[in-house]
């Protein structure tokens, strides 16, 4: 079974400030990992994810993931965040042969102050 | 194109009453997936769905939880008494058939926000 965990529950910072949310997962098998987005009162949006090879992944508005399989993290990082960056970001793991279904971690709410 | 599509988007029910939740995948997709949302709990994995065939539903809590998928396009999601604590945010979300090695991603709806009281 997997599992994974994000170490911090709420992570206040000041806009253009750099942020780092970090995540740790748990498999035996191989697994793919993804980073969603949820802003308020929304479903969750696929920020990025890691499939395979190179292990440093970009999404579309700055926000990169560095997977480390010796560690097993994923973390996420921005050099410079917005307000319109404040929401809950999860972490979530895909067993490689699984059928789809993805195990998500409890969340960190990303809170960008001015 | 349309998105995934919950209703209600917002339900508020007395203890013992039944509830049911529906959803709409994504026209193509084949994989549908429920979870629910608490604070304590965070997003919990349900039941999900291939081809219409429930494949895991151990994330159901209990009895009272059933889901089915008659067809691709529509599932329900049905509590039977509810209780108090089956209040949460209940999201349905769906992916694209997975193409060799990726798997698909999944598109949430807005989710159905179910109080009971």
């Known amino acids: 079974a997997q599992s994974v965990t994000q170490l911090d529950s709420q992570v206040p910072v000041f806009e253009e400030a750099p942020v780092e949310l970090r995540c740790n997962y748990s498999?035996?098998?191989?697994?793919?990992l993804f980073w969603y987005v949820q802003y308020p009162n929304q479903g969750l949006q696929l920020l990025l994810k890691y499939l395979s090879g190179s292990t440093l992944v970009e999404s579309i508005n700055g926000f990169e993931a560095e997977f480390n399989k010796s560690q097993t993290s994923f973390h996420l990082r921005k050099p410079s965040v917005h307000i319109s960056d404040t929401a809950e970001y999860f972490c979530a793991v895909s067993e490689i042969v699984g059928g789809g279904k993805l195990i998500f971690g409890q969340g960190t709410e990303l809170s960008v102050k001015p | 194109d349309a998105g995934v599509i919950q209703s209600p988007r917002h339900e508020v029910t007395e203890m013992g009453q039944e509830v049911t939740l529906r959803c709409k995948p994504i026209s193509g997709h084949n994989s549908l997936f429920w979870y629910r949302q608490t604070m304590m709990r965070g997003l919990e994995l349900l039941i999900y769905?291939?081809?219409?065939?429930?494949?895991?539903d151990s994330g159901m809590p209990e009895d009272r939880f059933s889901a089915k998928m008659p067809n691709a396009s529509f599932s329900t999601l049905k509590i039977q008494p509810s209780e108090p604590r089956d209040s949460a945010v209940y999201f349905c979300?769906?992916?694209?058939?997975?193409?060799?090695?990726?798997?698909?991603?999944?598109?949430f709806g807005e989710g159905s926000r179910l109080t009971v009281l």
């Open positions: 979300a769906s992916s694209r058939p997975a193409s060799g090695s990726s798997p698909g991603e999944l598109f």
């Open positions: 498999s035996s098998v191989s697994v793919y």
């Open positions: 769905f291939n081809n219409n065939v429930p494949i895991d």
